[in-house]
């Protein structure tokens, strides 16, 4: 599966995970400090009024889910005999929000949708593949959403093989 | 402790620099985007970018634990709305050291929430080259000293 196999569109559900206390305090401790994700009781005196997890928390769960997702698919492809593209690395994401925040035993559900693909004239060999990445808790609110870039290899040697 | 207030447009903060072992790259990948290139020295020498290399969600979690460090720990920090843009710019590879340098971009008070206002900030993190590895543009969200504690106001 290369770039060209692709369709805009395309909606992929990629898992759900369950936050707890101690990995929200862990992941805190880690890379986001600060009180409201690391204390209950500080978190009760702030403005979210319980212990929530970082933001960069629910990216990271959705970017292993999405992996994970991805992985399975190219495993899929390869017990066919199918070729697999190599992907990677990201230029970058765009218009990330974290409208509500996650809280202790929250499950949020993510998912990836293709919104673009574009073929680049710098870069022949791949092509850029612009997806939604979204989190919805169990109540069906929106918590997680970004626009994720990621280059995918193209089928060039096909092409390069009709052509001769 | 910064407030709302204390976040003048122009303003540039410099961290101190964070070094990265191969061990934290790893460690994060096998947690979170467990993908060849940032998982295993000899699984990525056939990836588009070769040799092992830093998720680019790893560099942000660590632009995020710098930030906290140097400004959130010390402020009435109350979260974020959202990210405009992250750029990754060039790979981030074990031994790099990582420098930030954050400036303040814009500052405005919330008109829906009286007791807090939005920053602006756009960050530039160089490696040891003083190459850019990471441009990231955000707002962050601050309580206003007038709505602090009458004892923390006169401080």
């Known amino acids: 599966m290369y770039f060209e196999d692709l369709r805009v569109g395309t909606r992929t559900e990629v898992g759900s ?3 707890t206390a101690d990995e929200i305090k862990a992941f805190a401790r ?11 009781e500080a978190a009760a ?6 212990l929530c997890a970082s933001g960069w928390h629910t990216a990271a769960v959705c970017l292993r889910h999405i992996v994970l997702a991805r992985q399975h698919q190219q495993a899929e492809l390869r017990r066919r005999g199918e070729p697999v593209a190599r992907t990677g690395p990201s230029p970058g994401l765009r218009d990330l929000k974290w409208p509500r925040p996650v809280y202790v035993g929250d499950t949020i559900a ?10 680049l004239a710098s870069r022949p060999d791949v092509g850029l593949r612009v ?13 997680y959403s970004v626009l994720s870039s990621t280059f995918i290899e193209r089928r060039i040697r096909h092409l390069d093989g009709a052509q001769t | 402790m910064r407030a709302f207030e204390d976040f003048k447009v122009g303003e540039i903060i410099e961290f101190t620099p964070l070094a990265v072992t191969a061990a934290d ?8 985007d467990p993908q060849p290139m940032h998982l295993d020295e000899a699984a990525s020498q056939n990836t588009i970018v070769d040799g092992l290399t830093a998720s680019g969600l790893h560099i942000v979690c660590m632009h995020m634990r710098l930030f906290a460090d140097g400004i959130l720990r010390d402020s009435t920090s109350m979260g974020s709305p959202g990210v405009e843009e992250i750029r990754y710019l060039a790979p981030v590879r074990p031994g790099d050291s990582l420098t930030l340098r954050v400036e303040i971009a814009g500052a405005r008070p919330s008109k829906s929430r009286p007791e807090m206002g939005l920053v602006n900030f756009r960050s530039h993190m ?13 707002t962050l969200m601050f309580g206003r000293r007038a709505a602090m504690g009458g004892s923390e106001v006169a401080i």
């Open chain 1, 17 to 19: 995970h369950t936050f």
């Open chain 1, 30 to 40: 880690e890379f986001d400090p600060q009180p409201f994700h690391l204390d209950e």
């Open chain 2, 25 to 32: 790259i790893k460690s994060f990948a096998a947690r979170f």
């Open chain 1, 110 to 119: 993510f998912a990836q949708e293709i919104v673009e693909l574009r073929t």
């Open chain 1, 45 to 50: 005196r702030s403005h979210f009024g319980a």
């Open chain 2, 126 to 138: 160089i490696n040891g080259d003083n190459k850019p590895v990471l441009e990231m543009a955000a």
């Open chain 1, 131 to 143: 997806a939604r990445l979204t989190g919805t808790n169990q109540r069906g609110e929106l918590v």
